[in-house]
Structures are given as structure tokens and as C-alpha cells.
């Protein structure tokens, strides 16, 4: 795939676009950083996971929630998956969020930057084994508890894993 943010900073030529493809993560150049991205752009903007996740970066409900996108609503039950379920804060919707991929990497950037932090200071702890990418990757699909619960994932997750974590 892709890296959806490249292809809308070259439609529009926006600096707020062109600014965000540099790393937001110190020590990782900007090369090692869209990598990382496109490794995490996993399906369409405009698509919903079996998991609920929305978007290019299969962006989960609690961490929208965390990121003030949305506020948190209960879990349902979407097939054999609880999932957790999410309303939209003025002014965004969830229509304007599948519709809208730069905004999408924009909100996956800063997630990554605030779990690196999180590493960083010692609030959240690398897994033994896991370079630092595969950690962000884990945080990213799992959130907190997935530190917690590996290696025991889902096939998905311990691949996308995999395909980040050699890259930084």
C-alpha cells in the first residue's frame, strides 16, 4: 500500500502535511518513520475493521477516545469480537473521519509520539524481544494490555508485529 498522507501532501502541497512526514520520534530519521507508517496502513481510509478499528491505520475506538477524537461508548458484540465502540466529538464525525486519510496519519503520528513518550519516561515498558517499532506497533493495534498479553495475539497483530519490527 500506499502511504496515504504522501499522496495528500503532493495533491495539496499543504505545510502542515509536508511538516508531519518528518519522524515525530527522536532518534528515528525520517525514512525509518514513514516506513513505519506504511507498515501500519493495513486497508482503506474509508474502511472498518472486523475489529472495529477505522481507517487506513485500523485506528481502535479507546485510543480515539485517548486522543480526544471521540468519546467512549460500551462494547457490542460484532461477530465472535467484543468491540469497543466510540462517538465522534464536534467537529468530527465518523463519516469525516473514514473520508479523511491525512487526517488519519495525522492521528496515528501523534498516538505514536505519545506511546514513545510513554516509553520513554518509563510509564510503559518495552516487552523483552521486541525492538522499539514492534512496540509501537503492538501499542497501536492492542493499546496497553497488549505489553501485557504477548506474544499471546491474534495472527494479525503478531504480523504486523513482525513487519515492524526491524525497522527502527
Known amino acids: 500500500m500506499s502511504l496515504v498522507v504522501v499522496q495528500a501532501a503532493a495533491a495539496t502541497q499543504a505545510s502542515r502535511f ?3 512526514l518528518r519522524s515525530p520520534l527522536e532518534g528515528v530519521t525520517n525514512e525509518a518513520w514513514v516506513m513505519f507508517a506504511r507498515a501500519l496502513e493495513v486497508q482503506t481510509a ?3 475493521s472486523a475489529s472495529g478499528g477505522l481507517g487506513c491505520y485500523d485506528m481502535r475506538a479507546r485510543r480515539l477516545v485517548e486522543l480526544g477524537y ?3 461508548l460500551p462494547q457490542e458484540r460484532v461477530g465472535e469480537r467484543q468491540v469497543q465502540a466510540c462517538e465522534f466529538l464536534p467537529p468530527w464525525t465518523r463519516a469525516r473521519f473514514l473520508t479523511d486519510a491525512a487526517e ?4 496515528l503520528r501523534r ?3 505519545l506511546y514513545d513518550a510513554d516509553l520513554a519516561t518509563g510509564r510503559l515498558s518495552r516487552r523483552e524481544g521486541l ?5 509501537l506497533a503492538l501499542l497501536h493495534r492492542g493499546g496497553r494490555g497488549a505489553l501485557l498479553a504477548w506474544p499471546d495475539m491474534f495472527k494479525d497483530t503478531a504480523a ?5 519490527e526491524r525497522i527502527f
Not at 488519519?104 to 492521528?107: G, I, S
Not at 525492538?131 to 512496540?135: K, L, V
Not at 504486523?160 to 515492524?164: D, E, K, P, S
Open 131 to 135: 525492538s522499539r517499532a514492534g512496540t
Open 18 to 20: 509536508r511538516s508531519s
Open 111 to 113: 498516538s505514536c509520539a
Open 46 to 48: 474509508g474502511a472498518v
Open 160 to 164: 504486523l508485529v513482525g513487519r515492524c
Open 104 to 107: 488519519q496519519y495525522l492521528a
Open 70 to 72: 471521540a468519546k467512549a
